[in-house]
T-cell receptor, first 114, second 113 residues
């Protein structure tokens, strides 16, 4: 079946550094990928919609300069957390799927900012 | 405004019995509903889905029922197994190009020995 690969699975970094998370669709082309963030005891929150070849669409309240999204090809989207701070520590998940079919999720990235 | 609601944050069920997870929604335009299962520190994995034109979809031990008039769906797991202990997310999508998925807050299912 369709697989979405996400890495790294876990990253620990110092405050002020930038962290890049990759999301790849392995056996299908994804013109659209989605980035989510999960807060403890809350549902997954959609952060932005990544569109191949164009700018990402950010949800209200999400800082686009803080969370840079690049969807350079039909199989790769990256999320860069710039100048990370402890409050950015969270579980980040991407998802994608063939058009009109079910979405598949990446394995997630646990970000810990010290 | 929460469009997809899972009002039970947790549920405990004896192994071998039936687990019923409930989900309510407010937007009648949703055309596709999904259930995801999530283990700690892992991303959610797709479990089962149902189109709004159906009222039941079955896959092995998992069955999803949709009641459009009540804007309610439920996931039945029978018989429940220890490996079913996880957080279950109900989600819905709208018939537009974004394929934006709207999640409930999840229900933690504990399967008791």
């Amino acid at each position: 079946g369709a697989v979405v690969s996400q890495h790294p699975s876990r990253v620990i970094c110092k405050s002020g550094t930038s962290v890049k998370i990759e999301c790849r669709s392995l056996d299908f082309q994804a013109t659209t990928m989605f980035w989510y963030r999960q807060f403890p005891k809350k549902s997954l929150m959609l952060m932005a919609t990544s569109n191949e070849g164009s700018k990402a669409t950010y949800e209200q309240g999400v800082e686009k300069d803080k969370f840079l999204i690049n969807h350079a090809s039909l199989t790769l989207s990256t999320l860069t957390v710039t100048s990370a701070h402890p409050e950015d520590s969270s579980f980040y998940i991407c998802s994608a799927g063939p058009r009109d079919e079910k979405l598949f999720f990446g394995s997630g990235t646990q970000l810990s900012v010290l | 405004d929460q469009q997809v609601k899972q009002n039970s944050p947790s549920l405990s069920v004896q192994e071998g019995r039936i687990s019923i997870l409930n989900c309510d929604y407010t937007n009648s335009m949703f055309d596709y509903f999904l259930w995801y299962k999530k283990y700690p520190a892992e991303g959610p994995t797709f479990l089962i889905s149902i189109s709004s034109i159906k009222d039941k979809n079955e896959d092995g031990r998992f069955t999803v029922f949709l009641n459009k008039s009540a804007k309610h769906l439920s996931l039945h797991i029978v018989p429940s197994q220890p490996g079913d202990s996880a957080v279950y997310f109900c989600a819905a999508t709208l018939p537009n190009r974004d394929d934006k998925i709207i999640f409930g807050k999840g229900t933690r299912l504990h399967i008791l020995p």
